[in-house]
């Protein structure tokens, strides 16, 4: 067995056994076909969604702005942009910077706004 397929089995051996560590998080994807110069708004589409096991690092909440990281296998993630959502628990976040990458796992930050403060 070569390492990288060793390496990306021991991983998600180590998802499953974090068990309620782990949770399942939905992507939604959404893909820019056009802009609308009138608006200065892009157009976009949503595409199909995609459920992922990820480890919730760490959630903050500063002035009614949450922020949360969560922890993934790389190789499970899409390619990811600006425009994605993930949903947590039905609760939408928006996709911030990757924090850190490597070619087996994903440091990722998601914002969520919040009104009451």
Not at 20 to 43: H, I, K, M, N
Not at 92 to 105: A, D, E, F, L, T
Request: net charge neutral; charged share 25%; hydrophobic share 45%.
């Amino acid at each position: 067995m070569a390492y990288a397929a060793l390496i990306d089995a021991k991983l998600s051996t180590a998802y499953r056994q974090l068990k309620d560590l782990a949770q399942t998080v939905v992507f939604v994807r959404t893909e820019v076909t056009d802009f609308d110069f009138s608006s200065g708004q892009p157009a976009i589409e949503a595409a199909p969604e995609r459920e992922i096991l990820a480890v919730i690092l760490e959630e903050t909440k500063k002035k009614g702005v949450k922020k949360m990281q969560l922890l993934f296998k790389t190789v499970d993630l899409p390619i990811l942009s600006g425009f994605d959502q993930v949903k947590i628990k039905g609760e939408s976040w928006s996709v911030g910077p990757v924090v850190h990458q490597r070619k087996y796992i994903t440091l990722l930050d998601l914002v969520s706004g919040g009104a009451d403060g």
